[in-house]
């Protein structure tokens, strides 16, 4: 109210001192602000606009009787035109004064002409009744294009410019009780606005009434029925994602040029030789008669210009534009198209752009909705997949053994391993068991591939070696049966390498046989050593290859370590290999602590080593203990 208050006065003011009609009233601009603030700011803003038009009455001079009963006007000039915009519904929903669309330009133009033609009658029977002027002289008239042209020139660009910059406005309830039905309310604004103009059509041609006051008073007491008309309708919160539309910014432009062609006007007018003139009423009264012709032939063709151009352009793009907005952020739409397809159907039939685009958008809705439900499929495919994988990989991890100690009941040595797949199945693996009694077998391996396919042909791989070394063959003839077997129905050429070692508990002879795998690393008392030997072909590869057995005898505290490439082939961030050196290095630091502390250690060192970088190959490791005096 206060904010109110100050902009009137401040608009008011400057304009009583320089441009005086009469002497009570002005070249008023400040006359666009009661309706407006009413509209915006309800009774407050219009008590604001009321209290701002005192003040500034006061300061310009003008006496008790003029600045109080222009309060009283003031008052029902911004009221009427807050209560015309909530009881008027020209638009589909009432909601906050916002002129955003031809309708509701049209309900402004409307509520301001009604306003300003109440206004009028209201101040030229004020005047008549203080015997200051005649309500049928020019003055009133005057006081009716004021109000108008001035609201119309800058009301609009006020709602626009608070709804811009989210001002906050005055939202009235719906009424729960009324002294008078809003019909009631409706035929006593217009009763009103009748008398009135009746009554001044009657004093152009006959002589004032001698109780005119009673005119005066029939038509404050209708119009104070009006302004307690009850609000009857929901008053709907102003729902929009952007600032400004692009009708409004339509909208804004033209009302920009109607204003700056109506001022133009006004200087031409009032630079025109006012010789002819006999006052400056009559004076200001061409003005503003210049002024208002202009804005009406303006309005008039703008009206229909934005009626065409919001039908068929703007209206089209705002709605597919605020369809797009509903189907990209309600995860509902997106998994069911039908009503946002529904809805682009209403501009699909246009020749025009707007035709192009509403089908271009159907079209591109139909393709994701296709696309989701293939992408669903895959999905729903994907988890039973992945499912089956877990499956998989506990069955693969059970044939594996991974109970420790292993051979709680054998003190004469200890093994322990690790398998870590890159993918949810491997194709690494590592077996260890008893031959008999007196020969421990010991086996490590990497199948050329990865995932499913290679996860299968390991367990065949594990299965034949370890059954050929259980009918009592010796680990060449297990590797030569065994490769034999794996290259039947071969027909997707994997291989498998591997290192197989057998081990005669009570005299340390170990006998191993390599078929193209990594050589292990001994470690004695002194230090550690690549085991090496002659290499064979891999498992898998040729039939009928002939494996060299190697034999070396295991002392007292000395360790093998098995490994696959995916331990000395695990890269960091610098795409650099943990290596051999860095391998044999950690096997030294750690290699007299427990057999699992040393693979957790090297584990460890490798997965500090990579850092956060995804590995390609499985890392499988196996230590052997052998303790016997």
Known sequence: MIFCSLIYILIAVPFRYFFPILYVSELRPASALPPVFGMLFGPWGALGAAIGNMVAD????????????????????????????YGLKITDKITPPRINNVKSLIKFIIVILIASTV???????LLESLNIANIASPSTLMFEFNNFDFSMILGVLIINLANFYNIKMYKPKKSKKSYFSPKLSDISLILATIIGISYAIYSLFMPPISNNYIITLIVYILVFIYLLRPITEKIEDKISFIKISLTEKIISFFLIIGAIMA???????????????????EFWGIIYINISVVLIIFYIMSV?????????????????SEITDDYTNDDDNIENSEKIISEIKNFTEDKGEIGILANSLEKMIINLENYMEKLRKVTSEKERINTELDIAKKIQESILPNKFPAFPNKVEF?????????????????????????????????VSDKGIPAALFMMIAKTLIKSNLLNENTPDEAFFNANNQLCEDNDQ?????????????????????????????LKDNEKSVWLKSSPGFVLGGIKDIKYLQNKITLKPGDRLLLYTDGVTEAINNKEEFFGEKRLIETFDKKGDSQI???????????????????????ITMLILEYKKE
Not at 58 to 85: H, R, V
Not at 415 to 433: I, L, P, Q, R
Not at 506 to 512: A, E, H, L, Q, V
Request: glycine letters at 8%; aromatic letters at 16%.
């Open 119 to 125: 206004m009028s009658i209201l101040l030229g029977l």
């Open 304 to 320: 229909l210009f934005l009626w065409y151009i919001e039908k068929n352009i703007t209206t089209p793009i705002e709605s597919i």
């Open 414 to 446: 200890d093994v322990y391993a690790m398998s870590k797949s890159a993918e949810k199945v491997g194709g690494d693996f590592y077996d260890f068991f008893l031959i008999d009694e007196n020969h421990l077998a010991i086996v490590i391996a990497d």
């Open 58 to 85: 006061i300061i310009a001079g003008y006496p008790p009787e003029i600045y109080i009963l222009g309060f009283i006007a003031q008052f029902f000039y911004g009221y009427i035109s807050y209560k015309l915009w």
């Open 263 to 281: 001022i133009l006007t006004g200087i031409v007018a009032f630079y025109t030789d006012p010789t002819s003139i006999s006052n400056t009423s």
């Open 493 to 521: 050429n994997m291989f498998v390498t591997a290192w197989m070692g057998v081990l005669e508990i009570d005299t340390g002879k170990f006998t191993f046989v390599n078929a193209g795998h990594n050589p292990p690393i």
């Open 596 to 618: 699992k502390e040393v693979l957790d250690s090297i584990k460890d060192d490798i997965d500090l080593f990579a850092g956060d970088i995804d590995q390609f190959d499985d």
